[in-house]
């Protein structure tokens, strides 16, 4: 049999708009009233090149959007207002598989952070942000194939090849095996749904709902797209070979990072990124039955406790390296706008404050857990993902005079965290017995119980719960306080990103497994363990009634958290614990409709507020699934112990007094091969 490749190039001509915000155009640092012309140059593998003449004015509307034309047929921008200026942007489409592969219109929001400045930097890169990126250009005629002629094979409308030294009939043998695997029925149910919770946006994937559930009459927000709950569904899109997405889905919510965010006359810093967005259809000015669309984002001004996404920005950078490293498309992270990106979420996470800790200080509800949980201060999830993030950017970030100071300040950040959460985060059988010996009221630069532990918070079901063998690192840190509970995204992520030392990795897993009826039992995984109850719930969660013990937050299960158990699992070495899990949700999550969370303490009552059809349910198992089939692909999204990191310690040894930096001793317990 035959094989071929086929590359089919088509264009369209939309025009396209765009509309900004529309208090006061200042963010932008040109006057309103100019048309203003820029140039930029990618430093991708293909040069692009965009002369973009861009009209701003002010206006009474508050949302700042892009608009499109919209037919039956497609979804597309358009703007009511004569005056603004249009972009013509040409598509090119492939028609080999027909799937869309298409240029995509980014207007980047010139900021003003040089008045944000931080100790990091002073002024990052002052030019570099003011420019839009589009592939060919304005004003080059599209390009249209109307007949390729190769030998003897002719096609309209597209390119056919096959290379004569190329023995493409053997090359589908070795692959026919995989190519002839039979799909389960619960694997091709997935991909339907997951396809049916796309939004397009101008005509584009963007990005997925967190919910499609038919059955839901008030979608409250689980309508709009989360970063976070999008992680697991652009994985599966990634590892299914489709980028589009995901590539959209960074642009644009990279968009939306610049604009203006008030909340009773407060704006946070400017690498804030959202934590949802919604594409809403608003009738066209005019009737005749027309309308646009405009993405409308949530940084948290209507979020329940107004709490600012933390893991947003965090989240995005680690999606951006995932992107780089399954597509091999390095090119978007090379981008002037992506960049900046980058340094403003950097810039808003290192920021100097009051703390004494290298970790992040935030409120409760500022990630996952987006409810009153008890998890204000240095919750292990935030400084999980912040590490991740750091070691993603270090990855990235392009190295010149404007990000060496960065560079430098992201290097110490990531070996003063490392120390501290190995340092005092992690405990097993030994570190408690130390704990319950511990002596209080210490004064003194020497001191063992550094942060004034009380023997007596030891809680009661910890000392008949930990194994002998396995540990893991405790959820929050304070001074005077140890929040024991286990939770598990934070762990995994440490495992993930290498946070932990390598013996802290193994003893997580090997407590997992030890406790798998507590944490895994009848649907994995539970969020956080134990719950809380009586008294402790109603004092910490306010007497929450969604967060009930063992429902939703207050250990509930979750089986999104099924493929970065998987990851975790697969990075140790240990992928039978995960096809152990997957195959306890593969037995129900279908004929459960899919769900958001399972309730009880041992999984087995699906949440009493639970959503069904569940996009990152769905999406989790996808990725589960495929990562392990491919496990080599597990390689691209984690991280190995950094050595150079161990050797970097910005401890004044001689000031402190400290007798001794456990750099040596963390660096003992990696194995070399």
């Not at 309730?599 to 990562?627: C, E, H, P, V």
Request: overall charge neutral.
């Amino acid at each position: 049999m035959n094989s071929s490749s086929y590359i089919g190039i088509t264009t369209m001509k939309p025009y396209c708009r765009v509309l900004t915000s529309c208090r006061n155009s200042s963010i932008f640092k040109f006057p309103s009233s100019k048309s203003n012309h820029f140039i930029a140059d990618n430093s991708s593998k293909f040069q692009s090149k965009l002369i973009h003449s861009r009209r701003f004015h002010c206006c009474s509307a508050q949302i700042l959007g892009k608009k499109c034309g919209i037919n039956s047929n497609r979804r597309a921008f358009r703007f009511s207002d004569p005056n603004w200026g249009q972009i013509r942007v040409y598509r090119s489409c492939s028609g080999a598989h027909g799937g869309r592969r298409g240029v995509l219109v980014i207007s980047n929001v010139a900021s003003d952070f040089r008045k944000h400045s931080t100790s990091v930097e002073s002024h990052v890169n002052e030019k570099g942000f003011e420019s839009i990126y589009i592939n060919g250009g304005l004003n080059v005629k599209p390009l249209v194939i109307e007949r390729i002629e190769r030998g003897h094979v002719e096609e309209e409308s597209g390119l056919e090849f096959k290379d004569p030294d190329v023995n493409f009939d053997h090359s589908e043998g070795l692959n026919k095996e995989k190519v002839e695997r039979e799909v389960p029925e619960i694997e091709k149910e997935a991909w339907r749904l997951l396809r049916s919770a796309v939004v397009d946006y101008c005509g584009n994937p963007v990005g997925t709902v967190a919910a499609n559930d038919p059955g839901d009459k008030q979608p409250l927000n689980y309508d709009q797209v989360f970063i976070r709950d999008f992680v697991p569904s652009a994985l599966a899109f990634l590892l299914k070979g489709e980028g589009e997405i995901v590539k959209n889905f960074l642009l644009h919510t990279l968009q939306l990072q610049s604009w203006e965010k008030t909340v009773d006359c407060y704006s946070p810093g400017q690498g804030l990124m959202p934590a949802s967005f919604k594409v809403r259809t608003v009738p066209l000015d005019g009737g005749n039955g027309a309308f646009e669309e405009v993405l409308d984002p949530d940084f948290g001004e209507s979020a329940i406790g107004r709490v600012a996404p933390v893991d947003s920005g965090l989240w995005w950078i680690i999606l951006l390296r995932a992107y780089g490293k399954i597509t091999g498309d390095y090119a978007l992270q090379e981008r002037v706008d992506v960049q900046t990106g980058i340094r403003l979420i950097l810039n808003l996470c290192l920021t100097d404050g009051f703390d004494m800790f290298p970790s992040l200080l935030v409120t409760d509800g500022s990630c996952m857990i987006d409810r009153r949980m008890g998890i204000h201060g240095h919750p292990l999830e935030i400084q999980a993902l912040f590490y991740s993030a750091l070691r993603c950017s270090r990855e990235m970030l392009t190295v010149n005079d404007g990000t060496k100071n960065l560079v430098r300040a992201i290097n110490n950040r990531l070996s003063a965290l490392s120390f501290h959460i190995r340092e005092y985060y992690w405990v097993d059988m030994k570190k408690i017995n130390e704990i319950y010996r511990y002596k209080t009221e210490e004064y003194s630069t020497d001191a063992i119980n550094k942060f004034n532990i009380y023997p007596d918070q030891i809680p009661t079901w910890l000392v008949d719960w930990i194994p002998d063998q396995g540990g893991y690192l405790i959820g929050n840190l304070q001074p005077a306080h140890m929040d024991f509970r286990f939770f598990t995204l934070g762990n995994l992520w440490s495992i993930i990103s290498s946070l932990g030392t390598a013996k802290q990795n193994e003893g997580i897993l090997n407590l997992i497994e030890a406790k798998w009826d507590d944490l895994v039992a009848h649907m994995p995984l539970k969020i956080c363990y134990p719950a809380l109850e009586n008294e402790e719930w109603r004092i910490i969660t306010g007497s929450d009634p969604k967060n009930t013990p063992w429902s939703y937050h207050n250990g509930g299960s979750w089986p999104t958290l099924l493929w970065q158990f998987t990851l975790a699992c697969i990075k140790m070495g240990r992928p039978e614990l995960a096809r152990k899990a997957v195959a306890l949700a593969e037995e129900r999550l279908s004929v459960d409709h899919w769900p958001e969370y399972y309730d009880t303490r041992n999984g087995r009552f699906i949440g009493k507020q639970s959503r069904l059809y569940q996009t990152w349910t769905i999406a989790g198992f996808l990725t589960s699934k495929m990562l392990l089939e491919n496990p080599e692909m597990a390689s691209l999204l984690a991280w190995e112990e950094d050595y150079e990191l161990l050797e970097i310690c910005v401890c004044a040894l001689s000031k402190t007094g400290r007798k001794k930096c456990s750099r040596s001793a963390a660096r003992s317990q990696i194995p070399v091969q």
